[in-house]
């Protein structure tokens, strides 16, 4: 089998391409830039026509609000070029050729509500730009006459993810004390990268279809995240200070979303929670609890951990 992956120099793109190796699967590795076979960007319909055939596509590549690009004005053309457009061309290049195309989408695509798991039969709605281009994208997707699958990953994290835990692993370590908006008692489902990338690895052995969750046990709430980071530095007991969401709320939106976004503040009100039978049914078996990932990411960023 060969197995093309876009966004192969990402962070989960490249645990994806090192698991897919270990099982013998012939990878092909293409990304806007990076150590990767096939350098390009696949909003440019030209370069994704160039792209090799495959027995699978992978489509991890995409861009959101953590991406070094994010422009300050433009977002809806930016989400929409980058994700939107790109998979379209993607799917164009291999539409009718039998191979399995696996949309990577995220847990932001879920209508979040109060105490609600998240399944595979939850309503999907775009609460912002980017969940709302997710959608769009994996739209173009799923139309496809090739076998399809979705992956909804929750927050994934380990060594090399940055983001909300650096600013959180820093503070506890040089204040012993986190400052967070909201009242930080939802549970909000993590993954770890690992985890995330065998479940992929078992969709495309599989050539399995449908929607699959990722989500690993026991999610814990911010405060927990921070206990948990605590507990890794040897910070006897953490300070939470949480801040009025509402305020926090009304300055995003009068900013046009871009101190967070619509997505972000609602898993600060709300969290989340993912059911993963679907999954587990491929006899995918994560390795990782949420306590061990916030652990874990946080001891690689104040290491310094280069991955």
């Excluded at 775009?126 to 969940?131: A, D, I, L, T």
Aim: net charge positive; with cysteine.
């Amino acid at each position: 089998m060969k197995a093309l992956v876009t966004g192969g120099a990402g962070f989960l793109g490249r645990e994806c391409l090192r698991q897919l190796r270990t099982e013998g699967i012939q990878t092909i590795s293409t990304d806007r830039v990076g150590a990767v076979d096939v350098a390009g960007d696949l909003s440019d319909p030209a370069f994704c026509a160039t792209l090799p055939d495959a027995d699978a596509v992978v489509h991890n590549a995409g861009v959101q609000y953590l991406s070094p690009d994010l422009p300050f004005f433009s977002r809806r053309a930016y989400f929409d070029r980058n994700n939107v457009q790109a998979t379209a061309n993607l799917a164009r290049r291999y539409a009718g050729t039998q191979a399995h195309f696996t949309y990577v989408g995220t847990s932001m695509m879920y209508r979040v509500a109060a105490d609600a798991v998240c399944s595979p039969k939850t309503p999907m709605r775009g609460q912002g730009v980017y969940s709302a281009s997710k959608i769009a994208a994996w739209e173009n997707a799923r139309v496809l006459p090739n076998p399809t699958a979705l992956m909804v990953p929750c927050i994934i994290a380990g060594p090399g993810r940055g983001g909300l835990f650096g600013p959180f692993a820093r503070s506890i370590a040089r204040f012993g004390a986190v400052v967070f908006p909201g009242e930080g008692t939802r549970p909000t489902h993590m993954v770890h990268v690992e985890d995330a990338a065998s479940l992929l690895v078992r969709i495309v052995a599989r050539r399995a279809t449908g929607l699959f969750n990722a989500a690993s046990p026991d999610p814990l709430s911010i405060g927990q995240w921070a206990d948990a980071i605590g507990d890794e530095l040897g910070v006897r007991r953490v300070r939470h200070i949480g801040l009025p969401l509402a305020p926090v709320e009304w300055i995003s939106a009068a900013s046009g979303y871009r101190l967070l976004a619509a997505e972000q503040l609602l898993l600060l009100r709300l969290g989340q929670v993912l059911d993963v039978k679907d999954s587990l049914a491929l006899d995918w078996k994560p390795r990782w609890n949420n306590t061990q990932i916030v652990r874990d990411t946080a001891r690689a960023l104040l290491k310094g951990d280069p991955k």
